[in-house]
């Protein structure tokens, strides 16, 4: 997901003497001008301080319509609008430069959209229904890493008046809306930006949101308030993301008061440490549960994977509890279905038919299955050799098999190049893998159907192309497909629950996939600071934070 960009790098100084003014126009000419704009700490907002926000994600680009990563996301959010965004601490939408929720046509394959007026870019381009659809348009032409987001679901995207977008489908989807919240979707200034095959522009960003870039580096990324934004002015002059080399880093700035807020990434130790010391240094440290899963995929073409007992074994086995407590440190919980708790549709389906840790009952398939002490079922687990959390997830399964199942089950933890590791899963070479999920928008068929779905393949012969044979499972199932279908056509949302009911219930009976546990987000914020918040959906809101 997994799985939020946009940035124009403009350096301009406003001069407050006028025996400066010389100085002035030697800047204004080194500079890409903007001039009601600045880089000074204050001046964008009257007095009031930046925030300064110490992270590890490096962003690799902020063009949009290229931007796949979390780290891009989490600054993105800051800088754009989109058509639609979430109410805070929701998943419910709410438009932004829309001006109401959209306009569906009885087929579900018209969305009609009005659109704000009186909006305008960073470079002072006016926002219209020409500049939106230039800007969905280019997120699917230009054929960046998220395209195929737009580009599987939508027929085209034209200006059917100078404020409302006609956007045409291809299938209906019911989780369009929310689709048009993803962060890459925001609008862009066709001034700044091309459509074209590749043509990305990774260091700048210009759009509509309450903050404008000024600079991006890999260490330092700055973005000063927007002094023409549409909306509600932030209570801060600007924001400084610092880009650290590692979470020690991160830890011992923050703890030498050098960032305002420290926000990913953290050890589980480090998050531990944090928190205890929060009460005596009068620090803020905030959890909350995120949307990002972890699932064990088990590839049904590959013996003896291929039966649905062992498959069954496997889930009882699972000990999530464990799992949460000894590579967590408590900072997750456990997760019994593929949709995330965060969601109404969450079902904890693997809990009500396997238990946790049900060593009985998995000793009891297994033994259905002809797996024995003296005939071992014997398994390889596969990680991404940079991901410590996953292989301590596996050494964990390991070692409670060894202990409880008596020898009946074997398991061998592989570490793979991180590379090789996602190039090799869809082509069948893993027996388990455990993948990371991180949701590219705020709808439980996010969770579902880039997993299950499979455009090509038999019941027999398992997918051979599609999204379940991408993510290593092969898993084909006719009612699967068809369940998902249903859901994604679905406009009523008490209709679509019961689906995602029975497609929840499906994989706990299939088992392509073994959910293991939803994490939890951790922010730490000085002490002073006001308006600090986790959501699930949009992270950091940063534009509604201020020093007190």
Known sequence: MIDFRLFVKKWISIVKFLGLAFVCCLVVVSCNSRPNTTQTTTSSN??????????????RTLDPADNYELAGNNVMTSLSDRLYTYKLGTSELEPQLATTLPKISPDGLTYTIPLRQGVIFHDDTPFNAEAMAFSLNRFISNGGKPAALLSDVVQSVTASAEYELTIKLKTAFAAFPSLLAFPGMCAVSPQAYELG????????????????????????????????????????????????????????????GGVDIAYQTFSPDQVESLKQQATQKGWQALEEKSNVVTHMMLNIKQKPLDNVVIRQALASAIDRSLIVERVYRNQAEALYSMIPSTFDSYRPIFLTKYGDGNVAK???????????????????????ANSLTR?????????????????????????????TFFGNI??????????????????????????????????????????????????????????????????????????FTEIQELVAADVPVIPLVQTKDYAFGQKGLQGLQIDPILKLPLWQMSKG
Do not use: H
């Open 426 to 499: 869809g082509k069948g070479l893993y027996q388990i893998a455990l993948l990371d999920w991180y949701p590219d928008f705020g709808d439980p068929d996010n969770y579902i159907q880039p997993f299950l779905g499979c455009t090509k393949g038999s019941e027999a012969g398992g997918c051979s192309e599609g999204a379940s044979q991408s993510q290593g499972s092969f898993y084909y199932s006719d009612r699967m497909n068809k369940l998902i279908a249903q859901q994604r056509q679905e406009q009523n949302p008490a209709a679509r629950q019961k689906i």
């Open 197 to 256: 095959v590749g043509k990305f522009k990774p260091g700048i960003f210009v759009g509509t949101g309450p903050y404008k870039l000024v600079q991006f580096t890999p260490q330092l990324l700055k973005m000063d308030v927007f002094p023409k934004y549409w909306g509600t002015k932030p209570p801060t002059s600007g924001i400084d993301f610092q880009i650290l080399s590692s979470s020690a880093n991160l830890y011992n700035t923050f703890l030498k």
């Open 46 to 59: 009257g007095n009031n301080p930046r925030l300064s926000v110490g992270t590890t994600l490096k962003p």
């Open 362 to 384: 998995a000793k009891e398939l297994l033994a259905q299955a002809g797996y024995t002490a003296s005939n071992p079922l014997k398994l390889e687990v596969f990680y991404p």
């Open 391 to 419: 292989e301590q997830i596996a050494s964990t399964l390991r070692e409670f098999a060894s202990q409880t199942l008596e020898g009946i089950v074997q398991i061998q933890p592989q570490a793979a190049e991180s590379t």
